[in-house]
């Protein structure tokens, strides 16, 4: 069983389009991070969000933790080629160890 | 710049012949992880220090070794590489204090086992 279900995993879209990716558990995080990994490198941290409800702009990039704390979202506007890469939610939960446990990832493309 | 650095980058080894990957930071942080991530997936927690307190997951073969000298340092050994050990290899470091769970990681090591 997947404790955080990430979605979609594949997304091509072309430039200029919106896009969002949902990160979804039936578990409270403490925390929840974002990270982008190009191919052949590690994952860099993006966004890290802690309070329920809040929400984070990066650029064109926008992240929300839900009230409850189970879920989070990634918004890019205006998708750019750039922004093409793995994207990874990760969260720490609120009971237990301080480990990450990922979602599976977002492979996105944007098409020029 | 404070940083994690892998090495090697890309790293070729035989079936059955050990070998190492190396991890080393800048930033003192107390916490050091391993990753292994396959093509297209999320990396997968191997194990972790947490200074020298070495945490093992349940699900990590036996195969898999770690060794940490020193804050700064910290290698994952494979004893005998099979085809299914070919993986990107990550190095996280991690603050246990101010409250932050970010992890930072290195750039990884391609293992390819041929």
């Known amino acids: 069983t997947q404790l955080l279900e990430q979605s979609p995993q594949f997304l091509s879209i072309q430039e200029g389009e919106n896009l969002t990716v949902y990160c979804n558990s039936s578990?409270?995080?403490?925390?929840l991070q974002w990270y982008r990994q190009e191919p052949g490198e590690g994952p860099v941290l993006l966004v890290t969000?802690?309070?329920?409800?809040e929400v984070k702009k990066l650029k064109r990039l926008t992240f929300q933790f839900g009230d409850a704390r189970k879920d989070s979202s990634l918004h890019i506007t205006a998708a750019q080629p750039g922004d093409t890469g793995l994207y990874l939610c990760a969260g720490v939960r609120a009971q237990g160890a301080q480990k990450l446990v990922f979602g599976q990832g977002t492979r996105l493309t944007i098409n020029p | 710049d404070a940083m994690v650095i892998q090495n090697p980058r890309y790293q070729v080894t035989q079936f059955g012949k050990p070998v190492t990957l190396s991890c080393s930071q800048t930033l003192n942080h107390n916490v050091m992880y391993w990753y292994q991530q396959k093509s297209s997936q999320a990396p997968k927690l191997l194990f972790h220090y947490y200074d020298k307190d070495f945490n093992n997951e349940a699900d990590t073969p036996d195969n898999f070794q770690s060794r940490r000298p020193n804050t700064s340092f910290c290698f994952l050994d494979i004893r005998s590489p099979g085809l299914g050990d070919a993986a990107m290899y990550l190095c996280a470091t991690r603050t246990p204090y101010g409250g932050s769970n970010e992890q930072f990681f290195g750039p990884g090591t391609r293992l390819t086992v041929l």
């Open positions: 578990s409270v995080f403490s925390s």
């Open positions: 969000v802690v309070t329920g409800g």
